[in-house]
């Protein structure tokens, strides 16, 4: 069993920085690949980033390529997702999700255990 939480979002004007955590603790926590996904009202639920357990290999939606990054601190068992140049667009519920098992890192259905997400606002 693990337990994500979310920590790091707020309200940000557009074109400004916000950093987001995941904290994964319980059995061997860091040896899931752990992905960022955000759902805005009225919308479903997409996938935004993701990084395999090592971290050597990160994938990123095409709408935050070039302004998100994700990394992880196995040593702290916190994977980052750093957001830049925010866009109104960006507003959203941030969730992490963890997966023990292989498969395509942008699909939903590979991860087994979700945080209960953090709120990201980004004003005009």
């Known amino acids: 069993q693990v337990q994500l939480v979310e920590s790091g979002g707020g309200l940000v004007q557009a074109g400004g920085s916000l950093r987001l955590s995941c904290a994964a603790s319980g059995r061997a926590s860091s040896s899931y690949a752990v992905a960022w996904f955000r759902q805005a009202p009225g919308k479903e639920r997409e996938y935004v980033a993701a990084i395999t357990k090592s971290g050597g290999i990160t994938s990123y939606a095409d709408s935050v390529k070039g302004r998100f990054t994700i990394s992880r601190d196995n040593a702290k068992n916190t994977v980052y997702l750093q957001m830049n140049s925010l866009k109104p667009e960006d507003t959203a519920v941030y969730f992490c999700?963890?997966?023990?098992?292989?498969?395509?890192?942008?699909?939903?259905?590979?991860?087994?255990?979700w945080g209960q997400g953090t709120q990201v606002t980004v004003s005009s």
């Open positions: 999700a963890a997966a023990s098992k292989f498969g395509r890192l942008s699909k939903s259905e590979l991860y087994d255990y």
